[in-house]
Structures are given as C-alpha cells and as structure tokens.
C-alpha cells in the first residue's frame, strides 16, 4: 500500500504540472524543395508568443512590434497545457528552395481544438482561414476528420501565422504534408480507424447481446461504458463532427460533451466494476471509495454545465486516479477471483494509454504515434481483454451452475425417496380419513338437527342474508321465532328489504346506508367491516299490524378461513319493548327520587320562593320571546335589547338552580344561554327554533319540579312559621335566668323581640344562609375549600318585595367571588393567607335614606391591566386618555366584559355584574366597585363591592348586636 500511496503522489506531481512549458528564443525557417513531404513536424520551428489578455491583432503581431516576446519551441508539437484560456501566437517560415511555387497542405493533428486562424500574406493584406471544432464543419476546405489549410508557397522566403484559442489543450500539432502523401496518408489512417471501432462496435454489440439475453447489470454496465468509449472517441478524433454534425448546430457537443462523456465513462467504468468484482460484498470500504467517486464526477459534470471551474483539468485527474484505483482493486480482487486477473490487464494497458496522451498533451514527453493513438489502442484492446474477463467470469458461473446441478439432482433423488414414503403414509392416512369422513357425516347431521332444534326454540331472531349480485335475500337457516313476528312461514328466498327493513321506522337514508355498508365489505377484508359497522341501526321500531315493537340488532358478517368477508351476513334481534319501558319507567324514578331529595333539603318556605322566583323568570322570558317579530325585526336596537334581557335573565335562573343543586334543569338554561349568545355573536335578534325547543324543555322541567313539590310530597305553603323546639326551649330559660327590668325595652326583651322576628322574617345572615347553602357543591368542583362569610351590623330584616333582586346580587357576587377573586388554596398558602377565603358583608345605614351594602373579599383582587388591555381590544376605553383605577375598575359592569380565557358552567361569559345592575336598577338601586391602590399585589388591586338600595325595602332590629356573625 505504500507503494501505491507513492504511486499517486507521482501523478498529484504531474498534474500539478500541468501548465508548465519549455522554450527558447532561435528562429529557424523550414527548408523544402520538390521532394515529397509526409507529416513534416514544424513544432521546432516555431516562435510563439502567449497573448494572456486577448488584446493583439494580425497587424501588431506582424509589425515587428512584438517579436521581442516570440519564443521558439524545443518541442516537435508545443504544449501549452490544459485549460488555458489565453491566445498564442505562432510564426513559422518556409524556405522554397525549387524554382517553381509548391501547394502544400498544413494538417492541425489535434481535433479538440476550438479555434486556429491562419494568416497568409496574399498581395499586402493578410487572408485568414479559421477552423477548429466550434467552426461548423462544411467550411473547411477538405472533408477531413483535422482542419487542412492548403497554401501555394511561392519560391524565396514566405512566413505565416498561426492564432490559437482553446479551452481544451493548447497545444500546435502542425504537420506540413505534399498532396499526394496526405491522400496516402488517409487512406492508410481510415483502414486503421475501421479496424479499431470495428473491434469496438463488434464489442459492444456482442456484450449487448449477451446483456439482453441473460439480463444481466453487468453486462449491461459494460455495454454501457463500451458505448460511451466509443462517443467520446468519436469525438476526440473528430470524426463526429465530420460525419455527423458538419453544420455546427450542435457545436456545444464537440467541446463541453466531450469533456462529459470522460466523466460518464468514469461512473460507467467504476458502476461495472462495482458489480462486476462484487464488491459490495467483497470489499465494502473499497466500494465506498467507487461510490465517491461517482459523487465527484456527477460534481464535476454539473461543473462542465453550469460553471466551469477548472473542469477539465478535475476530469483529467480523475482519469488517472480511477484508473490507479481500478487497477489496485483489481489485483487484490484477483486473489480470490480469477476473472478479476483480465480486470487488471485491461485497466494496466488503459492507464498505460491514458499516462502517454495526458503526459504528452501537457508536454511532459515528446510527441509520438504512442502519445497520439496510445489511449485510443490501450482501450480497443481493455474492451477485448474484459470481453474474455467477462466470458471466464461466465465460464465460472457456468461451472458453479454445474456444480449446484449435480447438488440438486442429488438432492432430488433423495427427494424422490421422500416423496415415496410419504405416498406410503398418504395412502395410509387416506384410509383413516374416509373413516374420519364418515364419522364427521354423522357428527354434522347430529348438529344440523341440534342447530334447526335451536332456531326451532330459541326466543330470538336469526335472519342470515345472503347478497346473490343484484339482491339481499334470506337464506332457509332462519329462525321460527322471525318467522312468527313477521308474520310469514316460509322466509326463505325474500328480500330482507321488504320482508323486514321497510315494516320499520328507518328512512330512505338510513336504509341506503344499510345497502352502502353491505355493498361495500362483502367479499373484502375484515377489517373493512370494523370501519363501516357504525353506520348500521343498532335500534329500530318494527310495526306489525297495530302494534310497534322495539328490535335490538345485531350486525355480524360471515367470515371464511382467509379472514375474508364472504357474501352473507348474519342479522340478529331481540324484541325489547317491555326493557324499554321498565328502563324508561326506572329512570324517571331514579330521576324524580334525586328531585324529591334536593327538594327535602329545602325547607317549605325557602323552596316556595324558589318556585315562585323560577315562575317570575320564566314568565319574564316568554314574554319577551312572544314580543312581536315584525317590530324587532324592523328595530334591530329593540332586538337587540330583548335578546340581552333574555340573556341575563337565563344566566340568574342558571346561578340560582345550580344553586339548589338541579343539575338538569341548570343545564337545560345554559344549553339556552349558548344559543342566545350564539345568536347574539351573529348579529341576529330572532331567536332561533332550538332555543323554543330549549325553552319548552325547561318549562316542562318546571312543572315536573311543581307537580313533585305540590302534588306528590304535599309540600303546600302556607304563612305558617314552623319553630324547632330547640329555639322556644331556649328563649324560655332565657326569660326565667333574670327577673325583667320595669323598662319595656329592656335588653332581654329586645333580644326576644329579635329572635322571634327572625322566626318568619330574614335578616342578611338568614337569607344568605338559605339561598347560599349549596356553595359546598360549587367550591368542590372548583377544588377550593368553602369560604366563611361574615356579616357586620346585621340589624336589618329584608322585606319580600326585594328578596329576589337580592338572590340575584348575591348569586352572581358570591358566584363571581368564588371562581375568580379567591385564589387556588396553594396560591394562598405561598402568599401566607389562610386557605380558606374570607367575604365581609356589611350592612350601612346613609342620611338620605338609602342602606349600603358593602362585599369584599381577601382574595387576589382585580388584575388592572388585563382590564385595560380588554377594554382598550374592544374600544371601550382610548388609549390616549389617562384613567383613575376606580374608573378601570367600575368597567367589568358593562355588558359581557370578561377577563376569563374561558367560558365555563360558572362564570365567564359577563354576564352576572351586569345582571346585578340591571336588577339594582329596576328597584332604584345602584352598584359602584371602589379599590385599595395601597394595597396592590402582583399587578392586582383589593376591591370592595358597594350596593346602594333604597330603605323602604328593610326594617331595622333595635339593639342588635354589634359583634360580627358568621355564617
């Protein structure tokens, strides 16, 4: 391996070289006379002068101004390297030593080249003639694989010039030949170049053959390549562009194509050696460094095509270094693969080839019929030598073929002998099965008739289906018990259509589905079925005659043993109209018994109020929704209005039931707010026909409450106050603890006046403690421990005519307190407060008339700048305007203003403050929310709630006392 490691630091050397030349500076003019002249190399007697930026013309190059710069040539064909894109300039005399002008012809032995201009002195001026492989081919003045320029050289002294310009090999391969040599010259070159591509299309066309006929990748591989060979030497020795494209359309193909086509044979050299060494499996690593360099030379033709940089210097060298690196595979390989001895041949003479033309090309070495057909010959003769390579390769296979022939038929005979011991057991096994048979004959009849015993009895329907292409009909296994309940003996043969399906409730979709669904599984997979099964009815109605009878069904297809579904499917059903209604009549029950249980948790008074406030709300609603639509519908601010009344209204009725714990009928009023509201988004204001369906809904619910309090539990009221005897024993020992002052508002008798006050009247601690004693349900699903409410100066009873305007205040305060003031008990905790929540209620009587409620809380506070933000996002505030928090603050009382991320059960919707305002302002009450700015926390400020009401609605308990009750 170290002798290869230097083996390619040589030629990394030599192409590093590539540019470099070797002149001198002498003039020597060529000598002729009447001799014939065959190929006269004039490389020596040249003088060239390197024209790096394209500037000269003829007229300066044969002024004399330049000659300082002419070098003459040691070389018979001068070398200037590879992709060099300057001009040379070559000047070159001919001596005529006869006595008479002589027609010579100079022949360019180098077809690559893009452009060689003559310049011939002809009467003072200079006549140029340019050829070369971007010059279309019809103007040359021979049909000649090289451009010929012919000249008359007149007898003395005559000197020319040559301008060459190339991307390919700068290179002046100039021979001067006679005319008669030339037409030898050619005749003798054209029989050689037969031989040589006959050899090569023989070849290809061989390997071809062979590729077809045994299907072959690696033969195909390697006709590939022979024929990429043959492309490019086509083109190299300009035959091409002789016989195929002399018109120059396709001139591109002459210069940036040829340069590609090396590259292609690269990746079509390196794909067949990869397959033909088998080297994916014998030398991994090794088929890894083909695999780059395929990438490098796919790279490298993208180069040629989009940017040419240095392309075909990176052509070269990969030659080279492909060539080095199949011949290295190739004698490793051949230790353990004969055919990969020829491998090595071929690629040795191919590099031989290659090394002479890419050194002489660069200048290395001089000028020789090796260095012009060494590469040319070295591959005629590798895609000979891998022709035999690839014949000794099918000579093995041929002998391991043989080999593993023999192996089978050995194989065979031994399979023979198998087979006739296992002739021997099947005919033994054959007997014991006819027995078998016998006995499962029997067996089958057994359990047929045990099977029509069981459809004959059984109490359920069995109707197997059967699809016969145009029809689902009943098949003859189908059940006694389906044939009495439809009515018919004999089912077999009708269609289950209309001997079933169209005697039941189903519609014509439904039954569509039921043929889509059959249609599209039978004789499909099974797992079709398990995708389409849901669509079948499960449930359905059945009349026969007069009667409606309620079917269970049951859909299963028949499978076979490849897990198919076959043409027939099993339908089963269960007349379960009598479970219907025992389930029916067991959920009412069950339903009116928790009805009857939430209604016992209410004493009779409280809960009459709570009728009578559902009533009054109820009432309140259809009478808006009963307003007349044409008169909505022409004011949309009326419509408007309406729907925002009825809004509010369903989210206190929900507060307040939710409140006593009726789930259902509280789900049945948000259901309703949800459409309301949806309305309201869409700018409508005509409620839609399901919220009428919603709305009778909880009517219907309503009496159903009604009919169970004052039908079923007997549960009228009446003014009568019922007193526990606890209460009276105590307000007896207290009168008998002292003896009564003379005074008749003495304390003792203030505090009984007081208590039994309270017996048939309500202060705030009474009525709170009635109308807020379902919190535990609430705090619980919120997961927040129950808050404790006290209350200051509570010496006021509240009259009826106020007690429903106040449910409504406290159900939304409370409510909205709960969810969204308190924080979470671990939130509590971190900020030191106790984890169950305080709320203060205080009672305040003013000068003019008025009481003052007053509500606040020890939770979070209100969060100022989300407020801000939200009130800002719907234009209710201006952002260039300064407002106090107390003006912030009272913003939450507008109509449907929430903070919340989201709308729940509970809250979130905004709708409760406003509520409360409207509520206040129909009984001459008002509502204004003042904050702590001293107290504020984490971006939220302490509030407390004030409720203004007028003092006709309360009465005031004399010597009450002061300390705070709690509740």
Not at 68 to 90: E, K, L
């Amino acid at each position: 391996m170290r002798k290869q490691g230097y083996l390619v630091l040589f030629f990394l050397c030599i192409y590093s070289n590539l540019d470099k030349r070797a002149y001198s500076a002498e003039l020597e003019p060529i000598s002729i006379d009447n001799h014939e002249i065959e190929g006269l190399e004039i490389g020596k007697n040249l003088v060239i002068l390197e024209d790096s930026k394209r500037q000269h013309t003829i007229e300066t190059i044969a002024s004399g101004q330049l000659d300082h710069g002419f070098i003459r040539s040691q070389q018979t064909i001068p070398t200037m390297g590879y992709g060099n894109q300057a001009v040379y300039w070559a000047k070159f005399s001919i001596a005529n030593r006869s006595n008479k002008p002589m027609s010579l012809y100079l022949v360019n032995q180098y077809a690559p080249t893009d452009y060689l201009t003559l310049y011939e002195l002809e009467n003072g001026t200079f006549q140029e003639r340019t050829y070369g492989d971007k010059v279309p081919f019809i103007e040359r003045e021979l049909d000649y694989r090289y451009p010929v320029y012919k000249i008359a050289v007149p007898t003395g002294m005559s000197t020319y010039y040559f301008k060459l310009w190339t991307s390919s090999s700068a290179q002046f391969a100039i021979r001067i030949w006679s005319p008669q040599s030339f037409i030898k010259h050619k005749l003798h070159e054209s029989i050689f170049l037969g031989g040589l591509f006959g050899c090569c299309i023989a070849m290809l066309i061989y390997n071809f053959f062979i590729c077809v006929k045994f299907r072959s990748k690696t033969y195909f591989a390697y006709s590939f390549c022979i024929f990429l060979y043959i492309l490019f030497s086509l083109n190299y020795q300009g035959l091409l562009q002789q016989y195929i494209f002399r018109t120059g359309k396709f001139i591109w193909a002459m210069n940036q194509g040829m340069n590609i086509l090396v590259d292609l044979c690269g990746i079509a050299a390196s794909t067949f050696s990869i397959l033909f060494l088998s080297l994916r499996t014998s030398f991994p690593q090794v088929c890894k460094t083909f695999f780059l360099i395929i990438l490098i030379l796919s790279l490298n033709i993208a180069n040629h095509l989009f940017w040419d940089i240095a392309a075909i210097k990176v052509s070269v060298f990969m030659s080279l270094i492909y060539s080095i690196v199949m011949i290295i595979v190739g004698i490793l390989r051949s230790k353990t693969y004969r055919p990969a001895r020829y491998y090595s041949y071929a690629w040795s003479i191919v590099m031989f080839g290659n090394m002479a033309v890419i050194l002489g090309g660069a200048g290395f070495i001089p000028h020789s019929n090796l260095t012009i057909w060494g590469q040319f010959v070295g591959a005629a003769l590798m895609l000979l030598i891998l022709s035999l390579a690839l014949a000794d390769r099918m000579a093995l296979v041929n002998l391991e073929r043989q080999q593993s022939l023999e192996a089978q038929s050995q194989l065979q005979l031994n399979l023979l002998d198998l087979e006739l011991e296992k002739i021997h057991t099947q005919e033994l096994l054959l007997a014991e099965r006819e027995n078998s048979i016998k006995n499962l004959d029997k067996l089958v009849a057994e359990k047929t008739g045990d099977i029509r015993s069981i459809l004959e009895t059984i109490n359920e329907g069995i109707l197997p289906i059967a699809f016969d292409g145009q029809r689902f009909t009943i098949t003859s296994d189908f059940s006694t018990y389906a044939s009495q309940l439809l009515g018919r003996d004999d089912l077999s043969g009708d269609d289950i259509f209309k001997a079933f399906i169209d005697h039941t409730n189903l519609t014509s979709d439904e039954k569509s589905t039921i043929i889509a669904v059959f249609r599209s599984c039978l004789n499909e997979e099974g797992y079709i079925w398990d995708l389409n099964a849901h669509l079948l009815p499960k449930e359905l109605e059945l009349q026969i005659d007069d009667n409606k009878l309620l079917l269970s069904l049951d859909w299963s297809p028949i499978i076979d043993q490849n897990a198919n579904i076959t043409n027939r499917i099993l339908l089963t059903f269960k007349d379960f109209t009598e479970v219907k209604k025992l389930k029916d009549a067991s959920f009412k029950h069950t339903r009116e018994m928790k009805t009857i249980s939430n209604i016992l948790d209410t004493d009779v008074r409280r809960f009459h109020e709570f009728l009578e406030f559902l009533h009054q709300g109820l009432k309140s609603i259809e009478c808006f929704i009963r307003l007349d639509q044409y008169q909505i519908s022409k004011n949309r601010n009326l419509g408007s209005k309406v729907l925002r009344k009825v809004y509010r209204d369903l989210h206190t009725l929900k507060g307040i039931t939710r409140a006593y714990n009726f789930k259902e009928l509280s789900s049945t009023i948000h259901h309703a707010e949800d459409v309301v509201q949806n309305t309201l988004e869409r700018s409508e204001f005509q409620l839609p026909s399901e919220f009428h369906s919603c709305f009778k809904a909880l009517k219907k619910q309503f009496s159903e409450l009604r009919h169970i309090n004052y039908n079923i539990l007997k549960r009228e009221h009446h003014d009568n106050v019922t007193v526990a005897k606890q209460k009276l024993s105590f307000l007896v020992r207290f009168l008998n603890s002292a003896p009564l002052q003379d005074h008749p508002r003495c304390e003792k008798c203030a505090y009984i006046v007081r208590h039994l006050t309270l017996l048939y009247r309500d202060n705030f601690q009474t009525f709170l403690e009635a109308e807020l004693k379902h919190l535990d349900a609430l705090c619980h699903r919120l997961g927040k421990p129950k808050p404790h409410l006290t209350f200051l100066n509570d010496s006021y009873v509240i009259k009826d005519d106020i007690k429903s305007t106040m449910k409504v205040i406290f159900t939304h305060i409370i409510r909205n307190a709960i969810d969204h003031g308190i924080e979470e008990p671990l939130e509590r905790i971190r900020q030191r407060k106790d984890p169950k929540a305080r709320i203060r209620i205080t009672a305040q009587e003013n000068c003019d008339d008025t009481i003052s409620i007053i509500v606040e809380d020890d939770g979070r506070g209100l969060d100022i700048k989300a407020i801000c933000s939200k009130a800002m996002e719907h234009g209710i505030i201006d952002s260039n305007n300064t407002y106090s928090t107390n003006q912030i603050a009272n913003l939450i009382l507008g109509h449907s203003f929430s903070t919340a991320n989201k709308v729940t059960e509970v809250s979130g919707r905004g709708v409760g403050l406003d509520a409360v305002v409207q509520a206040l302002e129909l009984v001459d009450g008002t509502l204004l929310i003042e904050t702590h700015d001293s107290r504020t926390h984490e971006g939220h400020v302490p509030f407390l709630i004030r409720i203004d009401l007028p003092f006709r609605y309360f009465e005031r308990i004399e010597n009450q006392q002061t300390e705070p009750s709690q509740l």
